[in-house]
């Protein structure tokens, strides 16, 4: 059993894939690990989602999970519902679920074991389906937590590596823009006699009046110069209040009348 283990470890280095390929992954690798069983199942639920990834090793065992997250019956909703394995040793003579219990018998599957595994807002069941009555074996069931475990570990690691890609990306993006968007405050600060607060202020709150990003007004502002949009600032900057004339108003004395 030893080299099983062995060999289940080494299988599981899901970091590189994408989840989708990882639970068809898993889902092989566990039936695997339970050489009596006639197929097993994945499904991977994100807090928050009411929709879940799912991967299965045969057509017949992936409309019995459709079956149960469509009623929300059957050992799968109820391991996500408790956060604790839900098992069926003998569906012929268990009547906890009817729906799931008829589609299984209908099928074939007299038995199945449900493990589950949560970390990091993410919720992953692993299955494990059999045509004949009785439990998991016991060393199938070791085999098989160890399994769902290291995938888990490699699909949370997975999701921070892509979440982390993602934030440098956005912060590059950012960085590259902010010059053009410092360039459109300046102009605005000419245009109405303002200071930079405020012009950003205007320039913000006209990005979100007319859906656009802030980054893409600005590139507009400083094409054009602000012409074009001087009436649509002013008319911001009255619908602020006295305050923002206020505020700027030492810069705006400061200009030559008439300008």
Known sequence: MSTSIAQVAGASEYGAESLDRGLAHLAEQAAWCAPDSCGATVTAVADGSEDASTAATHPDLSTLVTAQLETGEGPIPAALDSGREAAADDLLHDRRWPAFRARALDVGVRSSATLVFSRDALTVTLSVYGFRPGPLPQEAHEATEMLGDLALTNFVRDRRYRRALAEVDQ?????????????????????????????????????????????????????????????????????????????AAPEAGARPAGS
């Open 171 to 247: 912060l590059d993006t950012a960085l590259r823009r902010r010059p053009v968007v410092d360039q459109a405050c300046g102009i605005a600060m000419y245009v109405l006699g303002c200071d930079a607060e405020e012009a950003f202020d205007l320039l913000r709150r006209h990005s979100q009046r007319a859906n656009r990003k802030l980054a893409d007004l600005a590139e507009v502002v400083v094409r054009t110069r602000g012409h074009g949009l001087e009436g649509e600032l002013r008319k911001l900057r009255r619908e602020a209040g006295p305050a923002a004339a206020d505020a």
